[in-house]
């Protein structure tokens, strides 16, 4: 079993910065997708970005894509997001994800573990 720990969510002001980091745990991490998804109050959880563990291309929602980096540090079994030019829009929990395989999937229901999210609040 793989357990997510998300950190790093908080309050922010528009056009500022913030990193989210994912804590793997539980088993090792060989051939997976580890994935950032966010959930807005009323709207569905959607795919933010995506990043085959142990490497990989990445791979990136269109809203967030120039704006938001996804990248991993293996030896310390993290994943991070890092967020920047942030916009209100972006405001929403946060949540780290994993998927075996190495098939790219961009729905909710295709990961098998899921971490607790970590909520951003953009401020305008």
């Known amino acids: 079993q793989v357990q997510l720990v998300e950190s790093g969510g908080g309050l922010v002001q528009a056009g500022g910065s913030l990193r989210l980091s994912c804590v793997a745990s539980?088993?090792?991490?060989?051939?997976?997708?580890m994935s950032w998804f966010r959930e807005a109050p009323g709207k569905e959880r959607e795919f933010v970005a995506a990043?085959?563990?142990?490497?990989?291309?990445?791979y990136y929602a269109d809203s967030v894509k120039g704006r938001f980096t996804i990248s991993e540090d293996n030896a310390k079994n993290s994943l991070y997001l890092q967020m920047s030019s942030v916009k209100p829009e972006d405001t929403g929990v946060y949540y780290c994800a994993a998927r075996s395989g190495r098939i790219l999937a961009v729905t909710a229901p295709l990961y098998d573990h899921w971490g607790q999210g970590t909520q951003v609040t953009v401020s305008s």
């Open positions: 990043i085959p563990w142990p490497v990989g291309n990445t």
């Open positions: 539980g088993r090792t991490l060989s051939n997976y997708i």
